[in-house]
């Protein structure tokens, strides 16, 4: 159900470009390769061998992992509007 000059369907179109968009995003992101490691390459604690067979190119221990995992920001959504209102801010 769109409204005003949008055709019918223009907003689930919306919807999905943009989950498409984030997929994209997140499987480009940058995956470990090659041989882990068996420290840690920032704090140099010993990387447990399950962790290292479950993610092959391991390069970080978990606590360094959630450190960083929890100083990452999300980035703002992108505004497909485009209202005059939105492009102010």
């Not at 223009?10 to 882990?36: T, W, Y």
């Not at 390069?59 to 509007?81: E, Q, S």
């Amino acid at each position: 159900m769109a409204g005003g000059w949008s055709r019918d369907g223009a907003v689930g179109e919306q919807i999905e470009a943009s989950i498409n968009e984030e997929l994209e995003r997140m499987r480009a992101k940058a995956r470990p390769v090659g041989e882990s490691l068996t420290h840690c390459a920032e704090c140099e604690e010993p990387i447990p061998e399950a962790r290292r067979q479950a993610l092959p190119g391991v390069k970080l221990c978990i606590d360094c992992v959630r450190d960083r995992d929890a100083a990452f920001k999300t980035r703002p959504g992108i505004n497909r509007r485009g209202s005059k209102d939105s492009q102010l801010k």
